[in-house]
């Protein structure tokens, strides 16, 4: 989140124009700088709030598992598996929101979807940020290491096959629901 600030802020700064739209500029032989749009803010302002949401549902999660499992030892084998139910439900998000067709704010109340800035919010912001690939690799890598190969494929499997299974559900789940 502080990375998305910060990258916005940076992006707003150097980008902007410092000359008034009102008075009259010279030619020059260097290409102008685009001017940051209140709608490009805006994208990037629904793009970290997902982010934000997305990240803190996962971690909060991961505490949550951890917590089950110290109180639970016998199930330890499920150490790291919260990762495969947390990439499968993005994918069934991801998947939902793919098989809602795209709206204009103006027609929200006439027509079933989600407009443009809902679909950055939730798909990049929030599946960006909940779901997580670089979990899932070290976690393969760290049971491979260990020579559990049997465990690390069949949480392989899980992953793709449950999150591939998911997101065909979502997407075609929004489409029976809308009747599209």
Not at 33 to 52: R, Y
Not at 146 to 151: D, F, P, Q, T
């Amino acid at each position: 989140a502080v990375f998305i600030l910060i990258a916005s802020i940076f992006l707003l700064v150097t980008t902007t124009s410092t000359t008034s739209a009102f008075v009259p500029r010279k030619q020059s032989i260097f290409p102008e700088k685009k001017s940051v749009t209140n709608e490009m803010l805006a994208d990037a302002a629904c793009v970290g709030v997902g982010a934000v949401t997305g990240a803190v549902c996962r971690w909060q999660i991961g505490n949550v598992v951890t917590r089950k499992l110290q109180e639970y030892p016998r199930l330890s084998y499920f150490q790291g598996w919260h990762t495969a139910g947390i990439n499968i439900l993005g994918s069934f998000v991801l998947g939902t929101l793919a098989g809602l067709p795209t709206v204009d704010q103006a027609a929200m109340l006439d027509k079933r979807g989600i407009t443009a800035r809902a679909r950055l919010m939730a798909g990049v912001g929030f599946c960006g940020s909940f779901t997580t690939f670089s979990t899932y690799a070290v976690d393969i890598v760290g049971w491979l290491n260990k020579g559990e190969v049997i465990r690390a494929f069949s949480y392989m499997a899980l992953n793709n096959g449950g999150g591939v299974m998911a997101a065909f559900a979502g997407f075609h789940m929004a489409k029976r629901i809308l009747r599209i």
